[in-house]
C-alpha cells in the first residue's frame, strides 16, 4: 500500500466549486459520519475539511501533504508552500473600504484611524506602506458591519463589491487579487512518489479546468470549401478532418474556446460549411 496522500479540502465559501470541480475530474467526495473526514475516491488518499487558513497551516507544518486555499491566505501568513495550480475559481479582491462619508475627496481623512480585518499582518504592512496614522482590530468576520462605530476603515476581500455598496462602503485601494489555487507542502513536493501524485491530481482538475473553457465543433464541408472552413475554425493544434461516406465530403473538429462562438459559426457559415453542431466537453488533456 502507498503511502497516504492527507489532502485538506477548504470550508466555506469556496467548498461548493472544489468539491464541484474534483468530482467533474472523476473524484467522488461521500460524506461520511464524521463530517469533517468524507471519504475520497482517490487511492491511498484521506481528506480533511479545514479553513482555507488553516490548510495552510497545515501545509507549511506538514500534517497535510496537498491542499485548496485562497493566495491571500498564503500572503497573509507569508506561507512558505508550493503553489501547483490557480484553478481561477472564487476570484477575489482584497481592498480597503471605508464610509463615503469620511472621505474627503475620495481621500482617506489625516487622522488615527481604526482599521478592522481578518488580514492583520496585510493590513499592517497596507498602513505602514500608504503611510497612515491607525492601529488595526483584528475582525473574525463580517468584517463589513463594523463601520462607522467601530472602526473607520475596513480591508476584507470582494468578489463584486455588491456587500460593501450594501452597507455604504467606498473601496479606496487594493491590496491583491485572489483565486482557489491548489498547494503542496515542500515536504510532499521534495518527495518524488508524493510530487507525482499531486502533480496527477492537479492534471485531473486542469483537463476540467480546460474543458470548461471550451466547447466541441463539428461541421460539414465538401472538398471545394473545405480549405476556407479549417482556415476559420481554430482549435488547440489543428482541427480533426475525417472524409463522410461516398460524397466526397469531410466531417471538420476541433475544440474551440467558448468565447469565439459568436465568431466562428457565422464564420463557418459563411466559408460553406453545414450541419454545424455544438457539444460541451468533460475533460482535455493536452
Given at each position: 500500500m502507498s503511502e497516504i496522500l492527507r489532502i485538506g479540502l477548504p470550508k466555506g465559501r469556496m467548498e461548493r466549486a472544489v468539491l464541484e470541480l474534483l468530482s467533474d475530474a472523476g473524484v467522488r467526495v461521500t460524506p461520511t459520519a464524521r463530517g469533517y473526514r468524507p471519504h475520497v475516491g482517490l487511492e491511498a488518499s484521506e481528506v480533511k475539511i479545514l479553513k482555507p487558513q488553516n490548510i495552510i497551516e497545515m501545509l507549511v507544518a506538514g500534517s497535510r501533504d496537498v491542499g485548496f486555499?485562497?493566495?491571500?491566505w498564503v500572503a497573509e501568513l507569508s506561507a512558505d508552500v508550493v503553489e501547483v495550480l490557480d484553478t481561477g475559481l472564487d476570484p477575489v479582491e482584497l481592498v480597503a473600504a471605508?464610509?463615503?462619508a469620511l472621505l474627503d475627496g475620495g481621500r482617506l481623512p489625516r487622522r488615527h484611524l481604526v482599521v478592522a480585518s481578518e488580514y492583520a499582518c496585510l493590513?499592517?504592512?497596507w498602513i505602514?506602506?500608504?503611510?497612515l496614522e491607525a492601529s488595526c482590530v483584528r475582525s473574525f468576520g463580517a468584517t463589513e458591519v463594523f463601520p462607522p462605530e467601530d472602526a473607520d476603515v475596513?480591508?476584507?476581500?470582494?468578489?463584486?463589491g455588491a456587500t460593501l455598496q450594501a452597507n455604504g462602503l467606498v473601496i479606496v485601494d487594493s491590496l491583491l487579487r485572489s483565486s482557489t489555487r491548489l498547494y503542496a507542502s515542500p515536504a510532499a513536493w521534495a518527495d518524488p512518489v508524493r510530487r507525482r501524485r499531486v502533480e496527477d491530481i492537479a492534471l485531473l482538475l486542469a483537463s476540467v479546468l480546460e474543458a470548461r473553457r471550451r466547447v466541441m465543433v463539428e461541421v460539414n464541408a465538401s472538398g471545394e470549401c473545405l480549405e476556407r472552413v479549417v482556415a476559420v475554425l481554430p482549435s488547440m493544434r489543428r482541427p480533426t478532418v475525417s472524409?463522410?461516406?461516398g460524397n466526397g465530403s469531410y466531417a471538420v473538429k476541433a475544440a474551440v474556446p467558448r468565447e469565439t462562438l459568436p465568431r466562428v459559426i457565422p464564420a463557418l457559415k459563411a466559408a460553406g460549411g453545414t450541419d454545424v453542431v455544438v457539444s460541451t466537453l468533460s475533460q482535455i488533456v493536452p
Open positions: 486555499a485562497g493566495a491571500d471605508a464610509p463615503g493590513t499592517s504592512a505602514a506602506r500608504r503611510g475596513i480591508v476584507d476581500s470582494t468578489a463584486t472524409p463522410l461516406y
